[in-house]
């Protein structure tokens, strides 16, 4: 399941971050991955001790608790502290899947947010592969993609420009993805429900089947 959230940013949490985030500590983005992701890893993230970075990090964290799309396909349970990376003419991230342990949780889904105007730079497409193909996506600053941590993917070689974003990863409470997409979809059926035709018994009874999947499959 691939979810294309719009406007997680406003303007002007874009306007503050492009301003905040130059002025923070990079470094090599092997620095802080895994072995093999580090043999095809180019880009720069901010260290994360580095003088500012929290401020950012809640910022970013604040409006994906706002954001209701998110709440309900991710059903987050735990969300790390975002990573501000930087890719520069010539940079790019190789095929690649996520840790499944990352810190304290573990990664059911990945999350980029897109900081640059895609008009700046040329290339970046973050490419996801799924079982249809593969996604080819490059969005407006502020909107940002939701997608399975088990999928490989990549950034493609950036020609010119720079490509910022914030990459985070969700432990959600329901584990399975299979599960996961099932109980949004139901979700997403009933509130439609509600909107068109108001509180009926077809609403209530879509609401306890909603409930009671939570109930057996959600970790607490």
Known sequence: MIIVLQNVLSAEDLSHLREAIPK?????????????????????????????????????????QRDVLFQLAAMPLRVLP??????ETGMEYGEHTDDALIGPIRTDMSLTVFLSDP???????L????????????????????YPATAIHRVAPVTRGERLA?????????????????VFELDMTRRSLLAQQGKTRDFDTLSKCHANLLRMWADA
């Open 82 to 87: 975002p990573i501000f990376s930087s890719y």
């Open 119 to 125: 008009n700046s730079y040329d290339g970046g497409e």
């Open 24 to 64: 923070l500590t990079f470094e090599d983005g092997q620095e802080r991955t895994g072995h093999a992701a580090a043999m095809v890893k180019y880009n720069r993230q901010a260290v994360p001790d580095s003088p500012g970075l929290a401020p950012l990090q809640a910022l970013v964290t604040s409006a994906l």
């Open 127 to 146: 490419i996801i592969e799924s079982s249809t193909g593969y996604n080819d996506i490059k969005l407006p600053a502020g909107d940002a993609v939701l």
């Open 166 to 182: 914030a990459v985070t990863w969700i432990q959600s409470s329901v584990r399975d993805s299979a599960r996961r997409e099932l």
